[in-house]
């Protein structure tokens, strides 16, 4: 199996946007190693690799199915909460749905996860989703 590492990192909203401003600048430039997906929260990012979220990445790469129909099959889960998860996993560069004929088929981007967070920053908490992407 071909494993991918996904950098994550956790970062309040009002510091993702000022380290993104800082960027714009030309005041800061962001280390080859620096996480490329960010959430907000421990939280937020809890809810996206949910252990629950987790098998589902296991079943896709043990099953390699062919479509959303054969992974409800193979989960038990919902087209519909399938999809909108897989969406969301999408955003952040953990899966890829591919189209393939009339079929939209998943497929796993990242296998391992490491997390990168300090305690020192703002303590406001804002609701955004915040990804960068090579």
Not at 3 to 29: F, N, P, W
Not at 71 to 79: C, F, H, I, K, P
């Amino acid at each position: 199996m071909n494993r991918k590492v996904l950098h994550i990192g956790i970062m309040s909203c009002q510091d993702y946007k000022k380290r993104t401003m800082a960027i714009a600048r030309g005041e800061y430039r962001p280390p080859p190693n620096e996480p490329k997906v960010w959430f907000e929260s421990v939280r937020s990012m809890a809810q996206i690799l949910s252990s629950e979220n987790q098998l589902l990445l296991r079943t896709i790469l043990d099953n390699k199915p062919e479509s959303l129909k054969e992974l409800e099959v193979a989960t038990g889960r919902s087209s519909s909460n399938l999809s909108r998860t897989l969406k969301t996993m999408a955003r952040y560069g953990i899966v890829r749905m591919e189209k393939v004929h009339r079929n939209i088929r998943p497929v796993v981007e990242a296998t391992d996860f490491t997390v990168q967070f300090g305690l020192y920053g703002s303590s406001r908490s804002e609701q955004c989703v915040n990804t960068e992407r090579n």
